[in-house]
């Protein structure tokens, strides 16, 4: 019998090694499991602080109004909401465009072409109150937009980090560096864009609104020159929409408020001509 207890203490020892090695196996897999979906977890968090990216907030117009005469109030109160669904789609598109684009997709894609909408429908408030009022000037002041990048990743952070004029003017010039990197002859086949000419439209100019329509007509000509020259610099950037959701879209809203401004100028002194608008819309010819 003692020869017999060696072999069965053995066999226990083997039995209870192999539990033991089961045990560690299992405990090396579910360590390896949690591991997994701890990493998940920590990746989830990630792409969704990248997927975050923020929102747009505008100046609040209403209260820089003067009293508004009633026979303007519906025409105010209109493009008021205008600039409330204005700011509405664009933080729609931040949410859809989000990882588009490069670090100043935001500003050249969606600040700019807000801030050049606002414009023009500040400029119809300014119009509308004029008509029966003294005109309030100054209300372009409040068309700039920034964006609030809540928890959004640097990139984003630095695309919406300094919403001005001088940032969509270096935006350009960065992309402009690209494009002559390795634009090519694809830089020479981006086409022009052609406008429609305003001046054959216009009525006869009162002497005193002369210079104010000159300055407007020459504005006209240089943001479809500035246009063309962009069209150069960003070529090759952005979806297949890039040209008219930037360049053609904001130029548009530019000339909007420049022949708003002819009107307006011709109004003072002679009967306002109407409809000018109709020439904002340009085209782009490849």
Do not use: H
């Not at 360590?31 to 990248?50: F, I, W």
């Not at 117009?61 to 493009?79: D, F, H, K, R, Y």
């Not at 050049?116 to 300014?126: G, Q, S, Y």
């Amino acid at each position: 019998m003692s020869r017999a207890l060696p072999k069965y203490n053995k066999r226990r020892v083997a039995i209870i090694g192999g539990a033991a090695a089961v045990a560690l196996s299992g405990a090396v897999i579910a360590g390896s499991a949690l591991a997994g979906e701890t990493s998940k977890s920590d990746n989830s968090k990630a792409a969704g602080t990248l997927a975050s990216p923020g929102t747009i907030s505008c100046p609040a117009v209403a209260g820089s109004l003067p009293a508004i005469p009633a026979s303007a109030q519906a025409e105010v109160t209109s493009n008021l909401a205008q600039l409330d669904t204005q700011i509405a789609e664009a933080n729609k598109r931040l949410v859809d465009t989000v990882g588009q684009g490069g670090p100043n997709f935001v500003q050249n894609a969606i600040l700019g072409p807000l801030e050049d909408k606002r414009v023009a429908a500040l400029n119809r408030i300014e119009t509308a109150i004029g008509r029966a009022a003294d005109k309030p000037e100054g209300l372009e002041a409040l068309a700039p937009c920034a964006l609030n990048a809540d928890g959004a990743s640097e990139a984003g952070d630095e695309a919406g980090a300094e919403p001005t004029e001088a940032a969509t003017e270096e935006a350009g010039g960065d992309a402009g560096d690209a494009g002559d990197a390795g634009a090519g002859e694809d830089a020479g086949a981006v086409g022009t864009i052609s406008c429609p000419d305003v001046e054959p439209s216009l009525p006869e100019i009162p002497a005193s609104a002369q210079a104010e329509v000159t300055s407007n007509l020459a504005q006209l000509d240089t943001q479809i020159a500035e246009a063309n020259k962009r069209l150069v610099d960003t070529v090759g950037q952005g979806g297949p929409n890039f040209v008219q959701n930037a360049i053609l879209g904001p130029l548009e809203d530019k000339r909007v408020a420049a022949l708003n401004r002819i009107e307006t100028a011709i109004g003072r002194a002679a009967d306002k001509p109407e409809g000018l608008e109709a020439l904002a819309p340009c085209a782009l010819n490849q």
